[in-house]
């Protein structure tokens, strides 16, 4: 029996098990059974790089469970993440009669997850659904916490909240991935060590991302599903968990997403953290820390983008309202908290923390 860390979400909407170890992805049929135990047929949702790394493993798996099962693939890339596709995965969902019974099955990275759930929760007004992310950054970020989406003028403006059934974290596929995709990962570990848990900041430190990656993945996602669980619906509490985003999104969107998302809240993190600590709010030699650890994962520090453009780019962020913004501020390494502040201290962290 393959040995698993678990760690569990407690939604009203809907409670699940996050489950984190090897060969899970050939495990899916037997664990969809266990969370769904009359779920009567499948979609794979995934993009056409993973169709071709992984799906046979699903497929196979789902077919020993008895659960008939097909494959929805779409081209890979955020520029398709779109209502356009997620339109495809519905009409695929209607071709094979799939019904109340049946199950959506994510497999991908963030991109794939997030329209995967966003076409689950509008398939007959909401139809059950599971997570295996096949990218470190998805494994702890889009596929905990129920929020699926797709992009209009800005990152993720059209979604809902439809929480999974269960994610399945496969350590074995997070291994396959090219170093710079890995690494991309390491930028949301890096955030929750830094927002809640300082352990996971001194393991990271010590490279044991490398040598212990359950432990490390158990570390992270715990961090999100507590926060997750008494936040549901991100009205409050959950918005810690945008430490660095409002300027890794403002960096995504001028780049015209050509920095990955990983990088670009590197990057915001660090601009964040010199800005605290120039400004008296961080403890001495907190933004040097975080700096290290982001350079050590090859991950930026910064960008050579102005203030004046990522404070326009970041006016349109969703954690905007009216004249004012929900910033992240950090104390120290594993203590931030929200601040609710006017749009122009945006533009005072930007002058300070580029």
């Known amino acids: 029996m393959t040995s698993m860390e678990r760690v569990h979400v407690d939604t009203k909407q809907r409670s699940y098990d996050i489950l984190i170890g090897r060969a899970l992805l050939a495990m899916t ?6 969370v769904l135990p009359g779920c ?5 949702v995934c993009d056409d790089t993973v169709e071709s790394l992984f799906s046979a493993a699903v497929m196979e798996s789902l077919s020993r469970a008895g659960i008939p099962a097909h494959v929805h693939s779409f081209p890979h890339g955020e520029e398709h993440k779109t209502m356009r596709t997620v339109m495809g995965i519905l009409e ?6 799939l019904q109340r019974s049946s199950a959506v099955v994510a497999l991908g990275g ?6 995967a759930g966003l076409a689950a929760a509008l398939y007959m007004r909401g139809i059950s659904f599971i997570q295996l992310p096949t990218t470190l950054l998805a494994a702890q970020d889009s596929s905990v916490g129920g929020k699926t989406a797709v992009d209009l003028r800005a990152k993720n403006m059209v979604g809902a909240f439809w929480q999974p059934s269960l994610v399945l974290c496969d350590c074995d596929a997070l291994e396959k991935l090219p170093d710079s995709v890995f690494n991309d990962g390491c930028a949301e570990m890096i955030k929750h060590g830094a927002i809640a848990d300082p352990g996971l900041f001194a393991m990271l430190e010590r490279g044991e991302h490398r040598t212990s990656l359950p432990e490390c ?5 715990s961090v999100k599903a507590k926060v997750v669980s008494g936040d549901e619906l991100d009205t409050g509490a959950r918005q810690i968990l945008n430490f660095g985003h409002t300027i890794g999104h403002a960096i995504e969107k001028c780049s015209d997403f050509g920095e990955t998302h990983g990088r670009a809240v590197a ?3 660090c601009i964040m953290a010199r800005a605290c600590e120039k400004q008296g709010i961080a403890a001495p030699g907190s933004a040097a820390r975080l700096e290290a650890l982001v350079r050590s994962c090859s991950l930026p520090d910064g960008t050579a983008l102005g203030a004046d453009e990522l404070y326009d780019a970041a006016l349109s962020d969703k954690k905007r309202s009216g004249d004012s913004i929900s910033l992240i501020r ?3 390494i594993g203590d931030c908290y929200i ?14 923390g580029l």
């Open 217 to 221: 993945i158990r570390r992270s996602v």
């Open 29 to 34: 049929g037997e664990k969809l059974r266990e």
């Open 267 to 269: 990057a915001g993190m």
């Open 40 to 44: 009567t047929s499948a979609i794979v």
């Open 330 to 332: 950090m104390r120290s």
């Open 110 to 115: 963030g991109v794939t997850g997030d329209m």
């Open 339 to 352: 601040s609710r502040e006017p749009t122009s201290a945006l533009r005072e962290v930007l002058e300070k």
């Open 92 to 97: 695929s969902m209607e071709d094979h009669s």
